[in-house]
Nanobody, 122 residues
Framework: QVQLVESGGGSVQDGGSLRLSCAAS????????MGWFRQTPGVEREFVGG????????YYADSVKGRFTISRDNAKNMVYLQMSSLKPEDTAVYYC???????????????WGQGTQVIVSS
């Protein structure tokens, strides 16, 4: 059974930083691309970005490019989302996801975590 468990969410001031972590189990982690989505009530889930299983290729949505960084540790089955220069509009529930294809727009994730809340206050 595949499990993705996010941690690291919380509240932060405008301009602050947070690092989200996602622990994966039940899959051959090094063979999967990993990504992060976010969702706010009444808004379609947004693909924040992802990291390919091979060669460290990363993709970011324009809304976070230059502020967020995704990394992975295949030895620990972990993926991270480092968020800097946070804005109130980054407030959302953030979800970790795993998929087979290279991350990009409309990336079809196969497995999902339960989400972790991030609140950015002005």
């Amino acid at each position: 059974q595949v499990q993705l468990v996010e941690s690291g969410g919380g509240s932060v001031q405008d301009g602050g930083s947070l690092r989200l972590s996602c622990a994966a189990s039940g899959l051959v982690f090094s063979s999967y691309s990993m990504g992060w989505f976010r969702q706010t009530p009444g808004v379609e889930r947004e693909f924040v970005g992802g990291i390919y299983w091979a060669a460290g290729f990363t993709y970011y949505a324009d809304s976070v490019k230059g502020r967020f960084t995704i990394s992975r540790d295949n030895a620990k089955n972990m993926v991270y989302l480092q968020m800097s220069s946070l804005k109130p509009e980054d407030t959302a529930v953030y979800y970790c996801a795993a998929g087979s294809s290279r991350p990009g727009p409309r990336w079809p994730a196969r497995y999902w975590g339960q989400g972790t809340q991030v609140i950015v206050s002005s």
